[in-house]
Each structure stands twice: as structure tokens, then as C-alpha cells.
């Protein structure tokens, strides 16, 4: 079945201008992750820094040994809502945080997620209405459509996501929010 999608290639190129975050440092922070089997509170605050400038202030609320004991616990998991669900407990990680950490672990598996890619999705004809807030099943729906754009189009998963996110920086009208 052949799926909606857009010129992956030239918004991938795009991206790199776009605001969104840096995949290279998402993949270091993601081999740390990988080497201990869970994150510091200052890697946890480097990565939410990396996905939302504007809140990560708040991971730092959390205590240290309950990011390293919940991200030791999301690492072990295998299903991806249970990781999710997981990860947003803590102070200052949302869904599309969350999202970040384990497309860090696994960027063929997982995208970046967040309110440009969900508004790509919507103007692609996959969501009945624009959303700004997100909950796991709201990635689980996202990362199925952009999974199946991945294998179609040849691109890991991640990248899809970064160019739908780019897709949305040059075609929106009007304010992010």
C-alpha cells in the first residue's frame, strides 16, 4: 500500500536551517545512554535542552538518583507506550522529549515528535484536527504513519521525522502556537 508523504530528500536538506534539534548530539547523548543502561539528570537535561530550550529548566526539579532509576527502568522496557508513559513522569519530559530520548536510542525505530510533525501529518491527511499537546499513544500514531513512510521512501525513521518537522518550518501560515 503505497502511503501519503512528502519530498523526503529536500526537506532533509532543509533541515539543517530549520530550528529543530541536532541529531548528532541526540546520537552522542544516545551512546552514553547505550554504554550505562541510563541517563544522568545532566544528560537528561542536555537532551531536553536539545528538544524544547523553553522547558528544560524543569528537569532539573527532578532528583537525580529517580532520573538515572527511570531511565534505567525505560531502557529495560521493550514495549514503547510503557517507555513513554515511563519517561513523562518525570519533571519536565513530555512526549515529544520523550521521543527525543528514545529516538537517541534508536534512530531506524523512533522520530522526533512534536506539534510541526503532527501539523505535517494533519495537512497530509492522516489527523482530523491540528494538536499541540501529546500523549504516547499520540506518538504511537505518528511513529506508525512515519514508519511506514520510511520503509517506502528508504529513509530511517528519524530522518522522515526531521523532514516532516522541516516540512512544516516552510509551509506554515501564521504562529507556531
Known sequence: MIINTINIKKYLEIYPETSGLYPQKLGRIGEKYHQKGYLTIEELYQLAHLNSTRSSYHVKKNPAKRVEKVTEAAYQLEDEFCQLALLVSLQGIGTPTASAILT??????????????????????????EKERFKPDDYLRMIEIIR?????EGFKVAEVGYALFAYDVVHREGTLH
Open 104 to 129: 537517541s536510542l534508536d534512530d531506524t525505530q523512533h522520530a522526533v515528535v512534536d506539534t510541526r510533525v503532527w501539523a505535517t501529518l494533519y495537512k497530509l491527511g492522516y489527523f482530523e484536527r
Open 148 to 152: 511506514q513512510m520510511a520503509k517506502q
